[in-house]
T-cell receptor
Framework: DVKVTQSSRYLVKRTGEKVFLECVQD?????MFWYRQDPGLGLRLIYF???????EKGDIPEGYSVSREKKERFSLILESASTNQTSMYLC?????????????FGPGTRLTVL | AQTVTQSQPEMSVQEAETVTLSCTYD???????LFWYKQPPSRQMILVIR??????QNATENRFSVNFQKAAKSFSLKISDSQLGDAAMYFC???????????FGKGTRLSVIA
């Protein structure tokens, strides 16, 4: 089974702190994604990556950056956390190419910024 | 722009009964994949069912089946013999190719009444 893990289930940070959210997948997937999930807004794509060291902006990239130095790991960085970044953050991966395209999700990180 | 609309923010069903969740989408592409994902409370998002747009036959997975109407761009999910464990947020999504992100609807929260 594909496994996508996220470094923390719950995280509490202070305004202005630099925050790292880590995501690791174990199935050699090409693509990785970061979403935030808020009530009534569904899933909104922050960034995605279709290859090592490659990144593409999603719908709401402002205030975030990402890093993909290794194929299996995709990090989301909040350079200076703000209260409006309090949310559930979901990481996902997918094989890429044609054929099977479903995304596999991690358990999520619930981030609270005080 | 490609969009997914789930017109029912919340639904409820009696245990053992059948419920249908609606989903419509908009795309100019002819070849794509459609998905229903389930997110139980405080638990991981998992894939429920997948449909390839080039297949006319509706996908089924045990108690879950879809009604795929390509011309109408409609992709509804039917849950038969509903169980308490079916209570969750359900997301409809589609993707055009393997290296692009899924486009998600905002979700439908399903409650199952004992």
């Amino acid at each position: 089974d594909v496994k996508v893990t996220q470094s923390s289930r719950y995280l509490v940070k202070r305004t202005g702190e630099k925050v790292f959210l880590e995501c690791v997948q174990d199935m050699d997937h090409e693509n990785m994604f970061w979403y935030r999930q808020d009530p009534g807004l569904g899933l909104r794509l922050i960034y995605f990556s279709y290859d090592v060291k490659m990144k593409e902006k999603g719908d709401i990239p402002e205030g975030y950056s990402v890093s993909r130095e290794k194929k299996e790991r995709f990090s989301l960085i909040l350079e200076s956390a703000s209260t409006n970044q309090t949310s559930m953050y979901l990481c996902a991966s997918s094989p890429g190419g044609s054929g099977r395209n479903e995304q596999f999700f991690g358990p999520g990180t619930r981030l609270t910024v005080l | 722009a490609q969009t997914v609309t789930q017109s029912q923010p919340e639904m409820s069903v009696q245990e053992a009964e059948t419920v249908t969740l609606s989903c419509t989408y908009d795309t100019s592409e002819s070849d794509y994949y459609l998905f229903w994902y389930k997110q139980p409370p405080s638990r991981q998002m998992i894939l429920v069912i997948r449909q390839e747009a080039y297949k006319q036959q509706n996908a089924t997975e045990n108690r879950f089946s879809v009604n795929f109407q390509k011309a109408a761009k409609s992709f509804s999910l039917k849950i038969s013999d509903s169980q308490l464990g079916d209570a969750a947020m359900y997301f409809c999504a589609f993707v055009v190719s393997g290296n692009t992100p899924l486009v998600f609807g905002k979700g439908t929260r399903l409650s199952v009444i004992a």
